[in-house]
């Protein structure tokens, strides 16, 4: 997980990266943005997704 977890609320700035003190919100995120990648696809990592629709297309 290279980003971060931040309290939007008390550190708007981003300044106290939180992810060591909740690794468990960390794994839950990226567990699901895993799944969200396998279903939309992610260009990123070149996946082309179960269920990704392209611009300009209805239905499969």
Do not use: S
């Not at 700035?13 to 279903?39: C, F, H, N, Q, T």
């Amino acid at each position: 997980f290279q980003g971060g977890l931040f309290d939007m609320r008390r550190d708007p700035g981003e300044r106290y990266d939180l992810k060591e003190y909740y690794p468990e919100i960390v794994r839950e995120m990226e567990d699901l943005a895993k799944k969200v990648r396998e279903d939309l696809g992610d260009d990123l990592t070149q996946n082309p997704g179960k269920n990704r629709r392209f611009p300009g297309r209805l239905g499969n």
